[in-house]
C-alpha cells in the first residue's frame, strides 16, 4: 500500500525535467512542494496528448463515473497490479487512461497504530522518479464539471521495503519504462510486465518524524531525520 507520499523539488521545472514532460498552463504557478501529500488531496500527474507528455493536477483517488460520491475514491488510492485489470475500479482505465505520478519518495509506518515511526523511502540522490499509475476524467451528478482523479498502483515489495510493508508502489525506473506505460497500444503483457518491484538499491530508507503522520502537516520539518535508535531499528 501506499497512503502517502512526497515531490519536493523547489521548482516544477525541475520535476518536469527530470520525467521529460511539459508543465502545463493550467498547472503552472499552482505548483508548490510537497512533503505529506495525502489520499483525497490534489498532486498531479502526466499522460500523454498528442504523443506528448503533459502535466494536469488531479485528486488522489480514483472515482469513475457510475460511483455514488466523490468519497469512494478514499478506496481507490491504490490498485494492486495481481487484480489490476480485473477489478471493475481499475479494468478500463488500465487499458486506456495511464498515467505516472511525479514523486520523490513515499513513506510507510511500522509500530502500533498510537506510537508508528513512519520511514520515508527515496532515492540515495533524492532525485525525482515516477509511480505507474492510472487516471480517469468523470464527471458526477453532483459535480458541476468533470473532475480528474487517479490511483498509484502497487506490487510486492522488494527487500529494502519489506522490512516496514509487504507492498510498495510500482517505480517505473528509466524513461524507457515511463514510454511503455504511457504508450497507448500496449499489449496487456508488457504493461504486466512492468508491474514488478523497484530494484534492490533504487531507494534507501530514512526514519523521519513522526509529525508527517498527521495529514495536517506539510512542510519540510515532516522529513526531518528521527532519532539514531530508530533509524537502527532498520538495520
Not at 468519497?71 to 487512461?97: L, M, Q, V, Y
Amino acid at each position: 500500500m501506499c497512503g502517502r507520499f512526497t515531490l519536493t523539488p523547489e521548482q516544477m521545472e525541475h520535476a518536469a525535467a527530470m520525467l521529460n514532460v511539459t508543465p502545463s498552463a493550467l498547472y503552472g504557478d499552482r505548483y508548490q512542494p510537497r512533503y505529506n501529500i495525502a489520499p483525497m488531496q490534489e498532486h498531479l500527474v502526466a499522460h500523454l496528448e498528442r504523443e506528448e507528455r503533459v502535466i494536469v493536477p488531479a485528486t488522489w483517488g480514483l472515482v469513475n463515473w457510475w460511483e455514488p460520491s466523490r468519497r469512494e475514491g478514499a478506496k481507490h488510492i491504490n490498485a494492486r497490479a495481481e487484480t489490476i485489470d480485473s477489478r471493475r475500479p481499475f479494468r478500463d482505465a488500465f487499458r486506456a487512461t495511464r498515467c505516472i505520478v511525479p514523486a520523490d519518495g513515499f513513506i510507510e509506518w511500522v509500530g502500533e497504530v498510537k506510537a508508528r515511526r513512519p520511514f520515508w523511502f527515496h532515492r540515495p540522490d533524492r532525485e525525482v522518479f515516477a509511480f505507474a499509475g492510472l487516471y480517469v476524467e468523470s464527471r458526477l451528478p453532483s459535480d458541476a464539471a468533470p473532475v480528474t482523479t487517479f490511483t498509484i498502483v502497487t506490487t510486492q515489495a522488494n527487500a529494502t521495503v519489506a522490512r516496514v510493508h509487504d507492498r510498495m508502489p510500482v517505480i517505473l525506473e528509466d524513461d524507457d519504462a515511463i514510454e511503455e506505460w504511457l504508450y497507448a497500444q500496449q499489449t496487456p503483457e508488457r504493461l504486466h510486465a512492468l508491474l514488478r518491484p523497484a530494484a534492490e538499491d533504487f531507494l534507501v530508507a530514512t526514519a523521519v518524524s513522526t509529525r508527517v503522520n498527521s495529514v495536517q502537516h506539510d512542510d519540510p520539518a515532516c522529513l526531518d531525520e528521527a532519532e539514531p535508535e530508530t533509524q537502527a531499528s532498520l538495520l
